[in-house]
């Protein structure tokens, strides 16, 4: 029987543990928090939902669903209320609707973004030119920034794709690798010339929904929250295999196997996944080899925070847009982002009160992370009555602060990733998982969970 231990309790380690389970091999999971399920943790107050991290996934990423499937939690999923679908973005001292048919950063409908004011002329010319504009032949890596002042223009890339494509990394995007963080788009120009015919393409190529197939939207989440994901994974894998509130100090080798150096002493597998944030793994991983420490260690993060507020709708008396807004970096504001949770979910504020979550840092005035609790409140209620006129007193405030939580995928990402790959592959019975590597979101967090399982099964 195969001995495992993995190290770190979030998503890609409750991915990798199902796995195994399903393969009939038992693990246990070390996670340095008393109770801690990694980034996904929500919060009930009254009949207020709070999702502290993640508030959903992309079905199109398929393995989040295979594991919900896996572990019984179907009749949990959630779709976002549709009808109410838009973001906005503020621009010049009004809200502008991101026009129908962009996808991503990517006009595919020609009326809507002719009639949007988002965009100048000039700029609208400027992203038709994506048509006619030729391929780049260079196969080595790109900044966001380059890859879309070269395909659609720079004011696309300052209202549209820094606030909506890079603002998902939480990067800048004069340094984050477009081949790490979107491949799909390099894809596409490889492919196609133009993004633009690449999206209608694709769009055609879709194929209509099964009948009787369960409804989806583009985000999902779960009815109880994001939490419940976490909580079904650990169900399924049986929670004696938990040792919660065990830090793992250090990884050596132990003959064939792997030694963990605990608090209260030392235990031995044969294998062990590392599923802990790139800069705790290099700690873990330093006096084993110091040049793969060095390479997880230079790995860059960004830290964020969000503050939940709770409002009666009666106290609301302006107009909330669509699913919330977005704030383009060259507005220079404080606040990156609204989303009005009880909105975009059901289930998430009593039938009289309206749920609201904004953003700070990530990349971005990342100093108002450390605001204390009461200026941070007052800075994102001043943001909220200066864009949407929301004056309310809330009656619920939540404060969340993520420091270091985001790796930011830099140009060269995908080489360093390899590199580090190789010298773990020297390492019998060493695995890596987790949103270091090679995707941040939660479907690819699951995917290198599984990844690791299969290795295991097949060493
Ligand atoms: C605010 C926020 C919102 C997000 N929103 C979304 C979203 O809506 N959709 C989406 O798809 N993604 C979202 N993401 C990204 C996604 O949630 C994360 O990338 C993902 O959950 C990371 O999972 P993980 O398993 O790699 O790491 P983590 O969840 O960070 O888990 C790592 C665990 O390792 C533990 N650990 C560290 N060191 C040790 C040690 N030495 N010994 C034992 N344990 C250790 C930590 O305590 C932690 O629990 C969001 C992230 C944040 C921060």
Known sequence: MKRVAIVGGGIAALGCAVALKERGIACTIFEKER???????????????????????????????????????????????????????????????????????????????????????????RMGLDLVVRRRRDESDESLESFVTRRLGRECLDKIAEPLVAGIHTSNPDNMSVRATFPRFVEMERKHRSLIRAMLAAKKRMPPPKPGARPMTYFMSLRSGMQALADGCAAFVGRDAFRSGTPVRRLARAGDGWRLALDDGKATFDHVVCAVPSYDAAGLLGELDGGLAAAMAAIEWSSSANVSLGFRREDVRVELPGFGFIVPRVE??????????SIKWSHRAPDDHVLVRAFVGGGHHEELVELGDEDLVRV????????????????LTRIHRWPRSMPKYTVGHLE????????????????????????????????????????????
């Not at 010049?92 to 950063?105: F, I, N, T």
């Not at 220079?332 to 949770?341: K, Q, V």
């Not at 360093?416 to 690819?444: K, M, N, P, Q, T």
């Open 35 to 125: 109770g801690g399920a990694g980034k996904l943790r929500t919060e009930r107050a009254g009949a207020f939902l709070i999702e502290a991290g993640p508030d959903s996934f992309l079905p199109e990423k398929p393995w989040t669903l295979e594991l919900i499937r896996t572990i019984g939690l179907e009749h949990e999923l959630l779709c976002s209320n549709d009808e109410h679908k838009g973001t906005y973005i503020w621009s010049r001292g009004r809200l502008h609707r991101l026009p129908d048919g962009v996808a991503l950063m990517v006009p595919t409908m020609i009326g809507p973004m002719l009639r949007s004011r988002l965009i100048s002329w000039r700029g609208k010319l």
């Open 332 to 341: 220079d504001r404080r606040i990156n982002a609204t989303t009005w949770s």
């Open 380 to 395: 994102l209620r001043e943001e909220l009555r200066s864009i949407v006129g929301l004056e309310a007193e809330p009656v």
């Open 416 to 459: 360093r990733i390899e590199a580090i790959e190789g010298r773990v592959r020297a390492f019998a019975g060493l695995h890596l998982c987790g949103c270091s590597y090679r995707g941040i979101g939660i479907g690819d967090c699951v995917h290198s969970g599984f990844e690791a399982a299969k290795a295991i099964a097949g060493a």
